[in-house]
């Protein structure tokens, strides 16, 4: 079950000596705090929804919220409310999904750089995942020779209808044993049409 909702925690506490209490008129007896409110999901906090507070006093325990206190009270909350900072834990949900959207971000951006680096400067070994001509299918070449702009592969004779699974048909058996030869020209102009989808390098 997802727990989601509004919490709140204390921030700071302030006496206020140089007013009486409207209640009882005791003086030194009022104490002014204030709480950042936030939202949470499974008690997580993931944003601030501002600060609340009121006062309270010690000798006949009144408790007024900002609406109900009198104007020199008003004042004193509202200075320090305003001095009152909101906590980065307030609003750390929200902190972490914007360090996993740039990390993601990042591993996407570095996934591309090592695409073009390896789809460039092919290995012996080098896996190119590729579309088949088969709707929603996927396949697999293996470089097995490299002569300068020129690279010798093998076709996989199995296919797969899920991309995530495509490695697993990576066995030697499963090659066919007559190899052909691609330009470089050739798989950047299969890396622009989207035939070819990524570049797997066993060895790194």
């Not at 949470?40 to 009121?54: A, C, I, N, S």
């Not at 909101?86 to 591309?112: D, E, I, K």
């Not at 996989?156 to 007559?178: H, K, M, S, W």
């Amino acid at each position: 079950m997802i727990v989601y909702g509004y919490h709140s925690s204390h921030l700071s506490t302030t006496a206020v000596p140089a007013l009486a209490c409207p209640g009882c008129g005791a003086h030194d007896a009022l104490r002014l705090s204030v709480y950042g409110r936030y939202a949470h999901l499974q008690w997580l906090p993931l944003l601030p929804l501002g600060k609340t507070g009121g006062v309270q006093c010690s000798q006949c325990r009144l408790v007024l919220r900002p609406k109900e206190l009198p104007r020199a009270l008003k004042a004193e909350f509202r200075e320090l409310r305003a001095q009152t900072r909101t906590p980065l834990r307030h609003c750390l949900g929200l902190l972490l999904a914007s360090v996993a959207v740039l990390g993601s971000f990042a591993a996407g951006t570095w996934h591309q750089v090592q695409y073009r680096n390896r789809l460039a400067h092919p290995h012996i070994g080098d896996i190119y995942h590729i579309r088949s001509e088969a709707p929603g299918y996927y396949t697999l070449l293996k470089v097995t020779a490299v002569n300068g702009n020129s690279v010798r592969l093998k076709q996989n004779n199995y296919e797969t209808d899920r991309e995530g699974e495509i490695e697993q048909l990576d066995l030697p058996e499963n090659y066919d044993a007559e190899p052909f030869d691609l330009t470089q020209l050739d798989l950047q102009i299969m890396k622009q049409q989207q035939q070819l989808v990524a570049v797997e390098r066993p060895e790194e």
